[in-house]
């Protein structure tokens, strides 16, 4: 590879660049280029839609897909990849997907977006991977090591607490600190600290009232100096509000072109002192430092779509979730009776979601086809479209006709999904159920043949519980790409063994769900009331019967785990646990199973979830085959986000370890004591009696100055005492007979604090 890097001399171009050309750099030249100059030597680099394919215009420009884009591999989109729970297969997505980019000469592919699934309504869940932030954050960081070996980059996205579309541009998502810390910024973080992605795109929304654009808390200090961060802060496409202020927070480019209005602005801003020329200088220097990485490569006439793919359908392969099996009845054996194949998704498969995300594919499978070819000569296939996908009625006719072949199946493989109108970016769903037209067709079926197969395809999670026990198997499908008719195929026929887990919760009840009366949110505000409590923390919190949990996916094997050894490594403020067990293959078939470790901490000091993912693993065996499987947890897998020290802390005492094959199987238990740190947060003078007796210092200082007094009596006493040292002190100090005032409490607690 040609170093292409030394012709983009930054510390030259700043010096010799005039304000208004700096300013020019920072503003997009149309929708989808940076601005350039040749007299300088700087080039112009393309930004474009991913993240599960490249979404490339030939021609026009717009932001939603409504413009054709060149061909390219449409693999499974996040909420499919997830249920891999496979950091290595998203490495090599991401390599192809680089390749892609690479032919296409374009720089920076945006994506991935690891936003939580906060709300199973979210329009854009598709897109986003998890409702925990551990999976979420291991599966980007591998989708972005892959793109980024290419020298392609990517944009993280979209930072932060963007989980809905309902008013998503303006939106003010009130979170507090900790929870954003603990649940919506560790996927983003992850990401950042071990794949350093050559660009964090900003979100629309403004959180705790100030735009994500705009938020300097946001986009330095938690970014850049909590975290490191070495790249360049793009703005979602129109989500500047105020330029000037956009590069006093920290954001360098703004996508797209704003007509020269962003260049104006800044240079206004900086003439009239409120902008500093310094803070111009570093977003140019972080533009020109994205341009010429993407020089540094060498350029690709063009990749294996045949390769590429197959990669799809390996994807696929591993992307879909089998939650129920009763009586075994899959796989389908190659000999038998017919087999009807029933619904419009069969033929017309629904593949990935709709929006800036939407890929022209090089190639379509479908699992109709798919199934006619193996089992040709084998078994009779009966096929029935049983409805139309965006029909608002069912069609009485189209009914019948699958009842019948049902009637005269042996088993009848039923495809059920949501229509694309259901599910895109730019709006929110309104329910989770299936269509009314689909259940209806499912409930006819099954009246004439106890032997139904569900196949699903949806972007986000649908309740189940209505009609499943009409169904002896359901593969949830999600979205799976281009190929994911011919993975579903191999699937259902056992040519390939089912290894997804689900990624995100499905409740019995929609009204189950955490987000409920916060969701949202009202009058331009959504408070994330549940705080901490998404996804499987809230169900397991209140005890909550699901339908199938986090983590749970079935096989057509078996696991067994055992010999569970769990040993602390570094017994010290930042701890290091490994656990160590061995999984065997107990069944017939060769598999994958994906071992999950979750930790719980049954005292501390603060509120914290039952239980919470802090490491996984996959492992393939053959039948009979055992494994030792280590998995590392280091201090993050203990540590809570303490608000009085705007710290990670590890409280010591006692953790659970919980190993199992989901949320709610655990297989292996044990138990780890751990040093950790000194909790001592500062004192203050409106800190309650309580607060500063449980201070080390504090609280000697206060038991001195209060023996033998009338107060320290009334502090002390067993039945009025808590109400007592609930007070703030500085109120107290002004009771008759307070034997201390406020200067003296004030320096007790300063010097407490400064000795902590």
Known sequence: MTDTTSRIDIPRLLAELSLE?????????????????????????????????????????????????????????????????????????????????????????????????????????????????????????????????????????????????????????????????????????????????????????????????????????????????????????????????????????????SAGVGQRRIVEAVAAGTLSE?????????????????QNREPLDSFDVDAHHALAREAALESAVLLKNEGGILPLAAQGGPVAVIGEFARTPRFQGAGSSQVNPTRIDSALEALELALLGKRELLFAPGFEIEADAADDALVAEAVEAARTAEVALVFLGLPPSYESEGYDREHMELPAQQLALLEAVAAVNENVVVVLSNGSAVTVSGWEGRAKAILEGWLLGQAGGSATAALLLGEANPSGKLAETIPVRFEDNPAIGNFPGENGVVRYGEGLLIGYRWYDAHALPVSYPFGHGLSYTSFAYSELAVDVLDDSASPRVRVGLTVTNTGRAAGAEVVQVYVTDAEASVYRPEQELRGFARVHLEPGQSQTVAIELDSRAFAFWSTAAHAWVVEGGSFDIRVGASSRDIRL????????????????????????????????????ALAGTEMGAMLFDETHGRMMRAIPLVRLSRFPGAPFDESALAEAAALASAQA
Request: with cysteine; net charge negative.
């Open 669 to 704: 238990t044990d138990t780890v004591t751990l040093t950790g740190a000194e909790i001592t947060p500062p004192l203050a003078v409106d800190s309650t009696a309580d607060q500063f007796l449980a201070h080390p210092r504090g609280g000697a200082w206060l038991r001195e």
């Open 278 to 294: 310094e803070s111009v200088d570093a977003a140019v220097a972080n533009v020109l430092g994205l341009v010429a990485k993407s």
């Open 21 to 257: 050309e700096k300013a020019a750099l920072l503003d997009g030249s149309d929708f989808w280029n940076t601005q350039g100059d040749d007299s300088r030597g700087i080039p112009a680099i393309m930004l474009t839609d991913g993240p599960h394919g490249l979404r490339k215009q030939a021609e026009g420009a717009d932001h939603l897909g409504l413009n054709a884009s060149v061909p390219a591999t449409c693999f499974p989109p996040a909420a499919g990849l997830a249920s891999s729970w496979d950091p290595a297969l998203m490495q090599r997505v991401g390599a192809a997907l680089g390749d892609e980019c690479r032919a296409a000469d374009v720089a920076v592919l945006l994506g991935p977006g690891v936003n939580m699934k906060r709300s199973p309504l979210c329009g854009r869940n598709f897109e986003y991977f998890s409702e925990d932030p551990l999976l979420a954050g291991s599966l980007a960081t591998g989708l972005v090591t892959g793109i980024q070996s290419k020298q392609v980059g990517t944009s993280l996205k979209h930072f932060a607490a963007n989980n809905q579309e309902t008013d998503r541009m303006t939106v003010d998502a009130q979170v507090d600190e900790r929870t954003l810390r603990e649940i919506y910024l560790p996927a983003f973080e992850k990401v950042v600290t071990e794949a350093q992605p050559w660009t964090v795109m900003c979100s629309y929304n403004k959180i705790n009232g100030v735009y994500a654009s705009e938020n300097r808390w946001l986009l330095t200090e938690v970014l850049r100096e909590d975290w490191g961060y070495e790249g360049l802060v793009v703005s979602d496409w129109g989500a500047v509000n105020e330029r000037d202020k956009a590069v006093a927070a920290g954001l360098d480019l703004e996508m797209p072109s």
